[in-house]
């Protein structure tokens, strides 16, 4: 069982960052595969970026690529995703996950979920 708890998020300026934890609840965090998904009012669950369990392979959809970027630190069971130049539509919440298997986290299947952090970038 992994219990996951997102913080950080806020309302942001125009052009401004914000940088998203998720703090994880096991004793296994080297095993994991994380990611972060986004879902803003009104619209589906949509993958936003991923890293695998030993921290070499990171995956980014296109719509965040070279703006946000996500990493892990083991030592403190914490994942993290910088998101630089933030535009309206990264308003959303967003949820942290984890899995096994790097492709059920890219595919928003995974095991294993946190609450979610509200991400809002003001007009």
């Known amino acids: 069982q992994v219990h996951l708890e997102e913080s950080g998020g806020g309302l942001v300026q125009p052009g401004g960052s914000l940088k998203l934890s998720c703090l994880a609840s096991t004793s296994a965090f080297k095993s994991y595969n994380f990611g972060w998904h986004r879902q803003a009012p009104g619209k589906e669950r949509e993958f936003v970026a991923a890293i695998s369990y030993d921290g070499v392979n990171t995956y980014y959809a296109d719509s965040v690529k070279g703006r946000f970027t996500i990493s892990r630190a083991n030592a403190r069971k914490t994942v993290y995703i910088q998101m630089n130049e933030l535009d309206p539509e990264d308003t959303a919440v967003y949820y942290c996950?984890?899995?096994?298997?790097?492709?059920?986290?890219?595919?928003?299947?995974?095991?294993?979920w946190g609450q979610g952090t509200q991400v809002n970038r003001s007009p």
């Open positions: 996950s984890a899995d096994s298997k790097s492709a059920y986290v890219i595919r928003g299947t995974s095991g294993f």
